[in-house]
Structure formats: C-alpha cells, structure tokens
DNA sequence: CCCATCCATAACCTTGTGGTTATCTATAAC
DNA sequence: GTTATAGATAACCACAAGGTTATGGATGGG
C-alpha cells in the first residue's frame, strides 16, 4: 500500500461519522436514507462521507431499484493495519497470537 | 480508545510527513533539526507536525541541553489497531496468528 | 555578558474539509 | 407521461490544515 493510498485510508478513518458509517456497514449493507437517520446531518453531508469512503476504497456501491447499497470493503483496513502492526516492537508488550493481542486490546481499551 | 483520541491519532497518520517522522522516530529518537534535514519543508512546517503528533500521543519530547528530542510513543499505534482488527472477520481471508497475518500483508503490499 | 544555536511562535496565505440549503437526475409506480 | 422518492450535485460558508517568512525565547559556551 503506498502513500497517496495510505493518506485516503487513513484520512477516511480519521471522522468519527465516517468510521460509525463503516460500523454499520459492517451489520448489513445500507442505502443513504438509512445512514442519514443515523446522524444529525442532512443527507447530502452523508453523501459527501461516502464519497471519501468510496475514494478510499473502503465501501462500494450499486444501485439497487431507486436506492444506492454501501458496502463495506474491509481490504484497505487490513492493509492499514499491516502498516500499523510494522511499529508492534515497540509496544510496551509483544504477542505471538492475536488473540493475546486481542485480549490485551480489549482490555486496555476498557481501562482508558 | 475514544472517539476523540480517535480522531487524533487517525488524523495524525493521515500526512505521509508525519508518517516519515514516525518511521525516522523509529530507528531513533532525534532534533528537530534531524527531521527538518529529512523534508524538503521548512523547520517551523516540521515543529508544527511534530505539535500534532504529541497531542496525538505518539511522541514525546525532551529537552537535551539546546536541542528537544522526540521519542515515539507507539501505544496509540497499538490502539488504533486494536481498533482496525475488530474488522477482520470482513477481510478476505482470516488468521489465526500474528505470524500468518504479517506474511499476508507483506505478499499483498508488496503485490501492489 | 555576549553570542550562537536550536527551536517555538506569530502572522499570513492558500487550499481542503465538513457542513448547510436548494436544485437536479434517475428510477419506479401508476 | 406524471408523479413520488432516493440520492447526487451545485453553490455557498466557516474554519481547519499545511505551508511560508520573520522573529522571539531558551540554553550552553567562551
């Protein structure tokens, strides 16, 4: 993954409304009206997130009858996690499995 | 991890700039001057990136006589990962230890 | 004390971002 | 063909982001 894609990606991810939409998206796939009941936006504001997540590479769309399905494509969210994991050594504390590293997550998570 | 250190660290990665300077951060700690030589970018243009990522949590800095070293601080890495993984069951393929997983992800970043 | 060095800060500029309202387009239903 | 609905697009606005140059402040050395 190169840098111009790295900036979208991570760029994508870096509004809380653009990373609840991909939350959702990873329930079921969703049209526009169902993700502008979501947030107290207008839908074009929704529109506009979409359109980032789509130049991201992180959803896709097609028309279905008069509505338009997000869906989530979660490739470019491992690939920036690949990126993330590169820096693992200097962690306070280094897994071998990633349930460990899971299990760790979840609970420093909880603590903060 | 909250939203709002969401935002921040997600944020922070989105600039290839800062991205270099973690990388820099991660052979070494270094000055500013250090990192001013790595960019084609003025010094005060570096200060204000190292500003984001030390609000970010990712680097801290100390003074050292004239000059003020930044150190990477890689928990927020480690969190915003923590993050990531909670999509994995929406990657293409799953893994079960860290070790298959890195190799994945170095095949298909080097693939692209 | 004076000076050089390292860096931060201020002021400014341009462009991008995230939102709005108003309107246009495409599809389906009748 | 008309109409209703879903969503895209345009025009606009406020402000944040990323850069610049100029300048100020802190530290160490002679």
Redesign the interface.
């Known amino acids: ?3 111009d ?3 979208l990606v ?2 994508a ?4 409304t653009r ?1 609840g939409i ?1 939350a959702r998206l ?1 329930e079921t796939d969703a049209n526009v009206g169902d993700l502008t009941a979501l947030f107290t936006m207008s839908q074009p504001a929704i529109s506009k997130h979409l359109k980032v997540l789509e130049q991201a590479g992180l959803i896709s769309r097609n028309r279905q009858g008069t509505m338009r399905l997000s869906h ?1 494509q ?2 470019p ?6 990126w ?2 590169d ?2 050594t ?3 504390e280094s ?5 460990e ?2 299990a760790s ?2 609970n ?2 909880k603590e ?1």
């Open positions: 993954m190169n840098d894609q790295l900036d991570f760029g991810l870096a509004d809380r990373r991909l990873a989530l979660a490739e969210l491992k690939h920036a996690t690949g993330l994991v820096y693992r200097y962690w306070s897994y071998d499995r990633l349930d590293l899971f997550l979840n420093t998570n903060q």
